[in-house]
């Protein structure tokens, strides 16, 4: 089964020769590069041992953020553990990537990363990664109309309404995004009560997967799949959406009024 990764805060890992981060990462996998890969340095070995939830450091490029062309769509996967700011080569990458993007050939858009910019849960709740990563990149995902984000990071499932700045939006400009986390690990327990106007559905309890089918050029159809430790078999109407995708032939980057309400 083909597979397309993303680095997450388990694989940051400090070589024990070079102090080099992200090392094993790098070459386990082959994704399609930009560039060869820039890997930073760890100043102690347990600056970069898992979890990380804090870490900032380097790794630009090779497997780190890339974009997959796969149909009708664009996958635009990116690093949650190296910089997102401003005027970062991810930052920077990523608005040029975007920017080319053509909706008529590829109508829909969808951002990959390891953990979400929109976090229920307590556990990573105001983490420096997902914070600086929602404040640079979230208005260009609304700019270009990015239709759906998804993550893991947390072992469980949540997904969100469209959202923007914290605000539900009915107008089909903003991404939804999808945690999509409980492939199988043990539970991560979560008493927080979930009362975040923009969270559509969450789950701590099951195990499973979602399955994304693009309908048309207008429709796509997430499902997920799930079953709880009790049970083999596969619980059904746990969730489901359509995405409809409102980039039409006319690019938002060129809409003035776009780029007043959402500008970077």
């Given at each position: 089964m083909p597979l397309m990764v993303t680095p997450g805060n388990h694989?940051?890992?400090?070589?024990c020769c070079d102090w080099s981060i992200f090392k094993s990462y790098e070459h386990r996998f082959r994704m399609p590069q930009i560039q060869p890969a820039v890997l930073g340095y760890a100043c102690a070995e347990r600056d970069t041992a898992p979890p990380n939830y804090k870490f900032a450091g380097r790794y630009d490029y090779g497997n780190s953020f890339y974009s997959?062309?796969?149909?009708?769509?664009?996958?635009?996967?990116?690093?949650?553990?190296?910089?997102s700011a401003k005027n970062?080569?991810?930052?920077?990458?990523?608005?040029?990537?975007?920017a080319r993007v053509d909706r008529r050939v590829t109508p829909w858009l969808f951002v990959v990363a390891h953990a979400t910019i929109?976090?229920?849960?307590?556990?990573?709740?105001?983490?420096?990664?997902?914070?600086?990563m929602k404040k640079a990149m979230e208005p260009l995902?609304?700019?270009?109309?990015?239709?759906?984000?998804f993550c893991g990071h947390d072992l469980l499932y949540a997904r969100t309404h469209p959202v923007f700045d914290g605000k539900v939006k009915v107008d089909g400009r903003t991404p939804m995004y999808i945690t999509i986390g409980n492939g199988g690990v043990a539970h991560q327990h979560d008493s927080k009560p979930h009362d975040e106007p923009w969270l559509a559905s969450w789950d701590w309890l099951s195990y499973g997967f979602g399955t994304l089918t693009l309908?048309?050029?207008s429709h796509a159809y997430?499902?997920?799949?799930?079953?709880?430790?009790?049970?083999?078999e596969i619980v059904s109407g746990t969730d489901s959406v359509y995405i409809v995708n409102y980039a039409d032939t006319v690019m938002i980057k060129e809409s003035k009024r776009d780029k007043e309400i959402y500008r970077d």
């Open positions: 694989g940051i890992e400090t070589d997959v062309t796969t149909g009708p769509s664009v996958f635009i996967f990116l690093n949650t553990y190296t910089s970062s080569p991810q930052y920077l990458w990523l608005k040029d990537e975007l929109y976090e229920p849960f307590r556990k990573h709740l105001k983490e420096i990664p997902q914070n600086t995902f609304a700019q270009y109309r990015v239709n759906a984000f309908v048309n050029a997430w499902e997920t799949k799930f079953h709880n430790n009790s049970k083999s």
